[in-house]
Every structure is written in structure tokens, then in C-alpha cells.
């Protein structure tokens, strides 16, 4: 055990020596070696990879180094980065993390590079706003997007079941169970969906709640026990996929999703993932919206910065990093090298170079997002600290009720409490 | 005064009166260049293992977030564990789980298979190789990954049981089974512990078996009352050495609960839970209360093992 604890300090200790020879290295070398990180598959790696080449070609002596991981995997890594003082020049970050990132210092406040190096003088203000943590600039979107269902039309048409709409309730999705079990052989039409945050912020939302409000949670225990109950009775109804499929899906990486394993006929998403879900799966894929609670019921969906860059405070090249940044979503090129893989484009200049030339998954986004209607409601307030150990602690409670271990009227309000205690804790 | 009182301190080396400088001195002389070499090792461990030990018994009475200064709050941390974590309390049960089931069944299946692999048959090389094979893969990520295919609901594990009609649950995401799924890996791992055996049984001398042969002992009879008491030495180290390896397994639970410990904290093993609070959660204080816990739960046990081995360990000098 001695030696587990050495092995752990090891780590860090390693890093900081790492951090120590970082900053000696760019003195040694002719070239600025800038270093990104972010989260997602091999589609958003390629497309990524095309920018920094243009970059490079544009800027003669810069080259990147890079790492990416899929998004449960992603913030270990980075906060062990973080904590090692060698984290990359440039990483992504998401909108649950901004708080906690942003409060450690661990992400710099780019106010004052606005019209110096950092060009925002056409990018949407709502996307804008959605970077700001008390007043203060910390990440740039790279993309609008919106929770979608991923729909296996394929699955669809073989069972001979008409394609969700966008009016369909989980009522609606769980009448036409029989029909699609008679032919679908072993697939579902839903991935159980009760231990995603989005899919239970969205059902919130409808009705008129929100999982986070000052700071604190804007839910009561009959919320979740309601939640809990709908999905007790789409499993019951074999509507959605049973626990022991869905705990494959471990770590939200797209291949080990519902729908790409070929378990269910959809899978809860994001709308810009159309195209890494597609990359993986010959069956043509579609989106649609989150079911509605119930029938009429709208507001769920929000346009949300997908995810954003933000710049390591302590990199020894800020100003680079701040360029580097700005090129990835004013550049036209650079824009025309991501499409809509993280979301629709924030400058209107790069959206209308983009639209006439988009594929047809990026088409299918691009509509989904600029169409949403009545589903849309406004941005929630940024979610606050240790909102991502809420979230991983529904995924325990949910599989509890998924399993028998306990019942949807139990688990409310004991998940009320631990995530009121998880909140508490890191105040 | 001040020239006079350095010459003598000086030249009272000489006289033998002073006994300290000289020490180090004859030490320095006679082992210099020895510790010269050490030196790096010396480095390495006070820098790299003391220092980070220590740090991190300070750090277990703090609140520290890596990025902010540690917040000295006294013993709290170890307070929580045991009044308000029930995290903690089911990962020390996976644990303990862990431990109890695949330390034994991994030297009984160790034990056999070095007792079937002594009796000088040809090839023995060669089978020694393959059955040490899966430790060498040891704690590897694609032998986890593997286990994760294998023991999944459409793996080959189910495949097989097809052939008998039966339908096998998906192994690796039930959590009445998951961690049973883990224990097999340890269990199937158990090179290491075979070719300590296997030297063990070689220690054995002869002329006790050929006397045993010439008194007309059965086979059964000759492994308890000859080989198991003089192999006891060795059990008792492999025993010591996979219990300890035991509580600190982690990288299998990570790979196949996706570092979540999920199906319901099933495979929530301790040092997974410490790597958690470290790492997703930031909590460094904490964890290093957790590490500080688990090298205690680590050394009562040593201890305890110690303490009745002189009941069953027989050591024949």
C-alpha cells in the first residue's frame, strides 16, 4: 500500500517535473509547441487536427501536440493536468465544469484580449453570455447545440413503425413498444434514459422546474420520484433497453451508446453529435427532440454552448493560445474544416459560408437546432459546483431503481438528500 | 584567541580528542565512492516515496482542492469516513470481498497447478510459460478489456453457455455478479504465486517422499503430512504478498466499470474510490485520509497474519 500511495505522488511529482522542463523547453526549441486537449471521437479529432494544420500554414514555426479522450474519461485526466501545473495550452471545457474551473483559477478570464488578438465582433451574444462566470469571459462556444434524440430510421421502417415526431410523449413511445418488439428482434425503442442529467433536466423543464436555480437544486423529491416511476414503466412495457444493457454504457462514449450497440432504436444525445454517431453506424440515423412530458408540453430544449475552448492561465504562450482560439471560429477555412461537428457555428460570417455546403447529417443539425419552436426555453443559469458529482451520482441511484434494489419512491427523496449533501459539501 | 582556538580545534583531531569529525571522516574515506553511487537511489526515495508519504499523512487532516492551499480541518476527514460516507463503507465491503474470495481461491488454483507442473513431465518449460502467461499480462488494460468482452451480455462466455441452452446474464454490468467477474480475473492471474510454488516444492528433500513411499503412504496422505507442512513458508508469503495486492487492486474495476465502480458501486473497489475523490471529485485531502486507512486496514492484516503464523508456518531450521 506504501507503495500505491508512492506510485500516486509519483504522478504528480512527475508532473510538476514535466511542468518544470515545459517551461524550459520553448527557450531549447525554435518551434511554439502549443498543446490542446478535449473530449469526443475520432470525427471531431480529424476536423480538429485539419484547423491546427491550417493554423500551422498560417503561423510557420507553431506545432501542436494534442490529446482527446471520450467526455467521462476527459475530466480525470485534465484535472490531473491541472493539478500537475502541465495541463495543455488550450482545452475544452463544458458548461457544467465552467463554475468549478473558472472559481480554481484554473481557466484565464479573456476580457481583456476582446479586439486584442480575441475577435468576437460577430459571434452570437447568447453564446457569449453562456462563457461568462460572474461578469467574467472564461470560454469561447464553439457551437450552438441542443439535447436530440439519435433515431435509427432503419430500425424504424423494418419494424414497420412509424418515426418518432416531434410531438411524441414517452406515452407515445411506449404504446407503440409491442408493435416494435413483435419485429425488432431483441432491440428497443428507447436507451433508459433515467440516469441522464440532460433527459431529466429536459422532463424538469417542461414542467416549468429547473435542476438548478441559485445555485441550489430547482427540483423537489416528488420530481425525481415522478422521473423514476415513468421509466419503472417503460422498462415494465419493454420500451427501453433493461439495466444490465444500459450499464454497459458506462462512460457516455458514443460506441458504447444504446443505439450504436445496437440495443435500441435511439439514444439520448446532443444535436451536434449526429455526426460522430453516424461515423460508427452503417444503419442512416436521424434526430428528433427529447419526448415530451406530456402532450403539448414544451421548453425542455435550450440552445446551449456545446462546449467550449477555454486557456490554461499558466501557459507559457497566453497570447498564442487566445490566437489560436480566435482563428478556430472566425477562420473561414477553419470553419469550413469543422462544420457543424460541435455545434452550429457562433460567428454569423462562418455559418453563412458554411450552410450551402454542408452534408446531409450537418443539414439535418443545422434545422434541428435553428427549428426548435415551442420546445425551446431560455439558457439556465451556469449549474454550480460538484454539479458533475450530481450527476454521477444519479447514474448510481437510477441503476438502483433499475435493478430492484430500491423503489422509485424510495430513491427520490434519498437522491434529493445526497444531492443536497453533495452541494453543501463543496460550498 | 580566535586563530589560537581554530588551531587547536584543528589539530585535536590529531590528538584523538574529539571523536565525531573523525567518525564521519572514516566512514566518508572507507565508503565515499559507495554512497556516491546510492546517491541517486537516496534521491529517488527521500524525494520521491518518503517525501510524498509524509505530505500526504499532512494533506489527510486538510481540505485540498490541488489548486487552492490546503485548509487545515483537524481530523474530519477521518471523521466523515466513519460516521457519514456510506461510499466509503461499500467500498471497503467490495474490497474486503475482493480480497477474501480471490486470495484463497488464487493460491488453491496456484498450488495445483504447481504440484501438477512438478512432477518433471516434458515441456515443462513451455506449459510454465503459458500458465504464467496471464500474469505477465498482469493488470494491463487490454486484459481487462478483454474480460469486459468476454463476460459481456452477447460474449462468448454467453455464447458457450448457448451451446447448453443456458441464457447467461450480462456478466459485467449485473451487479449481483460484476464483482464475481473481477475475482475470476484475479483468480485466472495466479502465475506469480504457481512459480513460487513451484521453487517451494523443489525445496522439498527427497528422501521424505521415498521414505513415505517405503512406509506405503497414499498420495493424499503424503501432500498433507509432507508437502503442505513444509511448503507453508511459502504460503505464508504468497499469502502476504496477494492480500496486499489484493486491497490494492484497481486497474481491472476501472476498465470495466469505466472508472464509475458502477453497476451500483459493485466494482467499487477502494483504491477506485480513492481515485475518485482524488481525481474526478478533487478531493486531495480526503483521498489521502482514504490512502492513510487502507495502508492501516493493509498492515493490521500483515500483522495479524504474522501473529498466527507461527501456529502454522513450520519452519524446518
Known amino acids: ?213 441559485d445555485g441550489k437544486l430547482g427540483w423537489e423529491a416528488d420530481d425525481l420520484v415522478d422521473w423514476f416511476k415513468l421509466w419503472a414503466d417503460l422498462r415494465a412495457a419493454g420500451a427501453c433497453v433493461g439495466p444490465e444493457d444500459q450499464a454497459l454504457d458506462a462512460t457516455a462514449a458514443i460506441d458504447t451508446t444504446m443505439i450504436i450497440l445496437k440495443k435500441a432504436a435511439t439514444s439520448f444525445a446532443n444535436s451536434n453529435q449526429l455526426i460522430g454517431f453516424q461515423a460508427v453506424i452503417t444503419d442512416p440515423l436521424d434526430m428528433i427532440n427529447f419526448p415530451r412530458a406530456e402532450a403539448g408540453s414544451g421548453g425542455g430544449h435550450y440552445r446551449k454552448p456545446s462546449q467550449f475552448w477555454s486557456v490554461n492561465p499558466k501557459s507559457a504562450m497566453l497570447a498564442d493560445a487566445v490566437d489560436y482560439v480566435s482563428f478556430f471560429v472566425n477562420d473561414l477555412g477553419a470553419g469550413a474544416a469543422l462544420g457543424v461537428e460541435r455545434g452550429i457555428p457562433c460567428s454569423k460570417k462562418v455559418r453563412d459560408a458554411l450552410a450551402p455546403t454542408l452534408d446531409p447529417q450537418s443539414q439535418i443539425a443545422l434545422n434541428f437546432v435553428s427549428n426548435l419552436g415551442d420546445l425551446l426555453g431560455s439558457l439556465p443559469p451556469v449549474p454550480p459546483t460538484a454539479a458533475g458529482e450530481v450527476s454521477t451520482q444519479l447514474t448510481t441511484k437510477s441503476q438502483e431503481v433499475a435493478f430492484g434494489a430500491t423503489t422509485p419512491e424510495e430513491a427520490g427523496p434519498a437522491f434529493f438528500q445526497e444531492a443536497t449533501d453533495i452541494l453543501a459539501r463543496a460550498s | 584567541m580566535t586563530a589560537r582556538s581554530l588551531a587547536d580545534a584543528t589539530a585535536a ?215 503442505l507442512p513444509l511448503l507453508t513458508p511459502v504460503v505464508f508469503f504468497n499469502a502476504i504478498i496477494q492480500t496486499i495486492e489484493g486491497f490494492k487492486s484497481f486497474t481491472p474495476a476501472f476498465i470495466i466499470s469505466g472508472g464509475t465502480g458502477n453497476p451500483i458501486n459493485s466494482t467499487l473497489f477502494y483504491t477506485l474510490y480513492l481515485y475518485q475523490e482524488a481525481f474526478a471529485f478533487f478531493r486531495m485531502g480526503y483521498a489521502s485520509a482514504l490512502a492513510w486507512v487502507l495502508l492501516i486496514v493493509v498492515a493490521l492484516f500483515t500483522g495479524f497474519s504474522f501473529l498466527t503464523s507461527r501456529f502454522w508456518v513450520h519452519y524446518d531450521d
Not at chain 1, 5 to 12: A, K, N, P, T, W
Not at chain 1, 46 to 70: C, I, M, Q
Not at chain 2, 15 to 35: C, E, K, L, M, Q
Not at chain 2, 68 to 83: E, L, Q, S
Open chain 1, 1 to 213: 500500500m506504501t507503495f500505491s500511495i508512492g506510485r500516486r505522488q509519483f504522478l504528480v511529482g512527475t508532473s510538476a517535473l514535466m511542468a518544470a522542463s515545459a517551461f524550459a523547453g520553448p527557450a531549447f526549441a525554435q518551434d511554439k509547441r502549443m498543446r490542446l486537449a478535449w473530449w469526443g471521437g475520432q470525427a471531431r479529432a480529424d476536423r480538429t487536427d485539419a484547423v491546427s494544420k491550417l493554423y500551422a500554414e498560417a503561423h510557420p514555426g507553431v506545432t501542436f501536440d494534442t490529446w482527446w479522450n471520450a467526455f467521462n474519461d476527459y475530466w480525470p485526466k485534465l484535472g490531473t493536468e491541472v493539478a500537475g501545473g502541465n495541463a495543455a495550452d488550450v482545452y475544452q471545457m463544458d458548461y457544467r465544469y465552467l463554475v468549478e474551473y473558472a472559481q480554481r483559477g484554473a481557466i484565464a478570464p479573456l476580457d481583456d484580449y476582446i479586439g486584442k488578438g480575441l475577435d468576437l465582433s460577430d459571434f452570437d451574444q447568447d453564446q457569449q453570455d453562456g462563457g461568462k462566470v460572474d461578469g467574467k469571459l472564461y470560454a469561447i462556444s464553439l457551437g450552438a447545440n441542443s439535447v436530440a434524440m439519435m433515431v435509427n430510421t432503419k430500425a424504424f421502417d423494418d419494424a414497420g413503425v412509424e418515426r418518432p415526431t416531434r410531438d411524441w410523449t414517452y406515452e407515445d413511445y411506449k404504446s407503440r413498444a409491442e408493435a416494435f418488439n413483435a419485429k425488432s428482434n431483441g432491440m428497443k425503442l428507447l436507451a433508459d434514459g433515467s440516469a441522464s442529467e440532460p433527459a431529466f433536466e429536459n422532463f424538469l423543464r417542461q414542467r416549468g422546474k429547473a435542476l438548478y436555480t
Open chain 2, 13 to 227: 583531531p590529531a590528538g584523538g580528542r574529539a571523536v565525531t569529525p573523525s567518525v564521519w571522516s572514516r566512514i566518508w574515506s572507507a565508503n565515499g565512492a559507495g554512497y556516491l553511487f546510492l546517491l541517486p537511489w537516496f534521491i529517488g526515495f527521500f524525494g520521491l516515496t518518503v517525501g510524498p508519504i509524509v505530505t500526504s499523512l499532512y494533506l489527510s487532516f486538510t481540505n485540498f482542492d490541488l489548486l487552492t492551499d490546503p485548509k487545515w480541518i483537524g481530523a474530519a476527514n477521518y471523521v466523515r469516513m466513519f460516521t457519514a460516507d456510506p461510499k466509503f463503507a461499500q467500498s471497503m465491503r467490495v474490497t474486503f470481498m475482493f480480497v477474501i474470495f480471490s486470495v484463497p481461491l488464487k493460491l488453491a488454483f496456484a498450488l495445483a497447478i504447481a504440484l501438477l507442473l512438478n512432477r518433471g513431465m516434458r515441456g515443462l518449460p513451455i506449459y510454465r510459460a503459458i500458465f504464467y502467461l496471464p500474469s505477465l499480462l498482469g493488470a494491463s488494460v487490454a486484459i481487462a478489456v478483454l474480460w469486459r468482452t468476454l463476460f459481456a451480455g452477447d460474449g462468448v462466455i454467453n455464447d458457450f453457455l448457448a451451446l447448453f441452452g443456458i441464457q447467461g446474464p450480462s456478466w459485467i454490468s449485473n451487479p449481483r455478479y460484476s464483482l464475481w467477474t473481477l475475482i475470476l480475473l484475479a483468480v485466472w492471474q495466479f502465475g506469480s504465486p504457481m512459480i513460487i510454488f513451484l521453487a517451494g516444492l523443489r525445496q522439498i528433500p527427497q528422501d521424505m517422499y521415498e521414505a513415505a513411499s517405503l512406509e506405503g503412504a497414499s498420495k493424499w496422505r503424503v501432500f498433507w503430512k509432507i508437502t
